[in-house]
């Protein structure tokens, strides 16, 4: 079984590697065709892909799915599409270095079941930018919908001139075959979103990785802050798609003064302050306790379900569940991330202690991700985003669209957020075309004089400092 | 596109390419090398022949083709097939392809 296995890997990625050779000879412009190909034809299907997604998966609401999908593709090609990733991509006469853009080779991309087929769209659109065949392998639970997408894609692809097998779809099922692929020699890099085990595969593997992990972003509203425009952004971005973005907003953390005030607001737009029993049971539901990991089973649901699957039932239109909690960690489940309309609302005696709150927030399983704050106090904005562990601290905005990139910022439009070192990531940045390309740096002869001025010997003598040489460095002649 | 040019005397068939070989083009190619191979078995009381393909004149490579290389590099048997004056571009196409090792490629 085991070797059947390693035969069809083999295969796969015989296919991808002969992609690979024949795609590294399309110019920039012949590369460009490829791309606007697939965006228009994944554009044009958003909103079928977008039911086929919610309908398959059973999570988050389709209409939403069909924004998702438009800023994986419209958004992220008017951000990719000018980008120049093919050849000579800089040429800097002063420094005398020329930069040229090479392409990585196949690149294993795993989606994950909340933004199937957005993400998958988007990845496809950045590794075909870049010269890339790539290998998906979707979740299971999204596998029919990411497989038809990937489909409409290769179509559009192959019609503007890409190479055979640039886009193949990994079959659904073998946690074995998955690992195999992604360990497969000829893998050039993997691009992982999904959970923390999810990455901790992709940078187990022995191939270089891009893996990208949970978050559990709290947010901060400042006494300086709109309160009802705060509440207002944070519902929208809550309550998108039901919750499914890693970036959306995990806990409300406010001062004591404006606490009665934010509550009101929630409550006055819609959302619903569960009681002590409530939160009892909506934790119990949510968090698994044997593993202490996020039941998929609250994953994008509603919260009217969220409420009937626990037992209690909420108005009509209710748009977000508030735990009002007093503490952070296992014994408080609802501080945890989860990717549903469950907010923990926390209100701190002053500012310090808030700042504190986020920050055990923060590290609760997020660290490195997003976090959001909603201040007119420049100062405290400043002060707050020191103090935090995030890739992305997103000010004045719903964390979800804001952090995600191109709607309310300018930050370039990914779903794919790197979380830096905390997340075991190796960025920051918003994944996009540019992580997918080796750049080579033609370095022309420009002697460093200061340097080169210095009797080469002196270095030999013992006797003389870092003082000594600093000086004759810095000499001027 | 194609033309062949059989040495019967050292059993070594040329065959010579020109121009982009495309998915398009690739069926066609792949049809006329098995003729030419049909042929030559028809014809001849000799083994299989040894193969050359002069990739002088190519400008640009499909998967497809490589695939035909890889097809006619079994059909041959190593030492039997060389791929030769390939300019910079298509040694490099060949190397990522992975080919490099396995193929005769100069």
């Known amino acids: ?477 | 596109m194609i033309s062949f040019n059989h040495d019967t005397a050292n059993n070594q068939l040329t065959i010579r390419f020109n121009g982009r070989l495309d998915t398009l083009s690739c069926p066609d190619i792949q049809s006329a090398i098995n003729d030419k191979f049909s042929k030559i078995r028809k014809e001849g009381k000799q083994d299989g022949p040894k193969v050359v393909f002069n990739m002088q004149e190519v400008t640009f490579i499909s998967s497809s083709f490589i695939r035909i290389c890889l097809t006619t590099f079994h059909g041959c048997g190593k030492g039997n097939f060389a791929i030769l004056n390939c300019d910079p571009f298509l040694k490099k196409t060949f190397k990522i392809a992975g080919l490099d090792d396995l193929l005769t490629v100069s």
């Open chain 1, 1 to 477: 079984m085991t070797e059947q296995l390693y035969g069809k890997a083999d295969e796969l990625l015989e296919k991808a590697v002969f992609a690979a050779a024949e795609f590294q000879q399309l110019d920039q412009q012949q590369t460009d065709r490829i791309v606007e190909n697939i965006f228009r034809a994944g554009f044009n299907n958003r909103v079928r892909l977008a039911k086929m997604a919610q309908e398959e998966t059973g999570i988050g609401i389709w209409q939403h799915k069909v924004i998702k999908n438009s800023v994986a593709t419209l958004l992220v090609y008017e951000n990719i599409k000018n980008e120049k990733t093919v050849g000579v991509i800089s040429d800097d006469e002063l420094t005398g270095i020329m930069e040229i853009a090479q392409p990585l080779g196949p690149i294993f991309a795993v989606t994950p079941v909340t933004n199937p087929t957005s993400t998958v769209m988007f990845k496809i659109l950045i590794c075909m930018k870049t010269r890339n065949p790539i290998l998906i392998s979707s979740h299971r639970g999204a596998a029919k919908s990411c497989t038809e997408t990937a489909r409409i894609c290769y179509e559009a692809a192959l019609e503007a001139g890409a190479p055979e097998d640039c886009i193949q779809m990994i079959p659904a099922g073998s946690r074995e075959f998955t690992q195999m692929v992604m360990a497969h020699p000829k893998i050039a890099l993997i691009l992982a979103t999904g959970g923390t085990g999810l990455v901790k595969a992709a940078y187990s593997s022995g191939n270089p990785a891009i893996g990208v992990g949970p978050g559990n972003v709290p947010v901060f509203i400042d006494v300086s802050a709109d309160i009802p425009f705060a509440v207002s952004n944070i519902i929208l971005s809550k309550s998108f798609d039901n919750g499914t973005i890693c970036a959306s907003e995990q806990s409300v953390v406010v001062e004591q003064g404006i606490a009665s005030q934010v509550r009101d607001e929630f409550i006055r737009q819609q959302c619903y302050f569960l009681s002590p029993e409530e939160i009892r049971l909506v934790g119990k539901f949510a968090i698994m306790v044997d593993t202490g990991t996020m039941n998929p089973f609250i994953v994008g649901q509603s919260a009217q379900v969220i409420a009937e699957k626990c037992g209690f039932s909420v108005p009509a239109g209710t748009k977000i569940l508030l735990a009002e909690l007093d503490g952070v960690g296992k014994e408080f489940p609802l501080s945890s991330e989860v990717l549903a309309p469950v907010l923990a609302f926390y209100p701190a005696k002053d500012y310090n202690e808030a700042i504190k709150l986020c920050i055990d927030l923060n590290y609760l399983g997020g660290i490195g991700h997003s976090a959001g704050i909603y201040a007119n106090d420049e100062k405290r904005i400043v002060e707050f985003s020191t103090l935090m562990n995030a890739g992305r601290i997103v000010v004045n905005t719903p964390t979800s669209q804001g952090a995600v990139g191109g709607i309310f910022n300018r930050l370039p439009p990914s779903l794919t957020l790197g979380c830096g070192t905390g997340g075991k990531n190796i960025t920051t940045e918003n994944i996009t075309a540019r992580h997918l390309i080796n750049i080579q740096r033609v370095c022309r002869r420009q002697p460093n004089e200061k340097f080169l001025s210095i009797d080469h010997t002196k270095f030999l003598d013992e006797s003389l400092d870092a003082g000594f040489f600093l000086m004759e460095y810095h000499k001027n002649h």
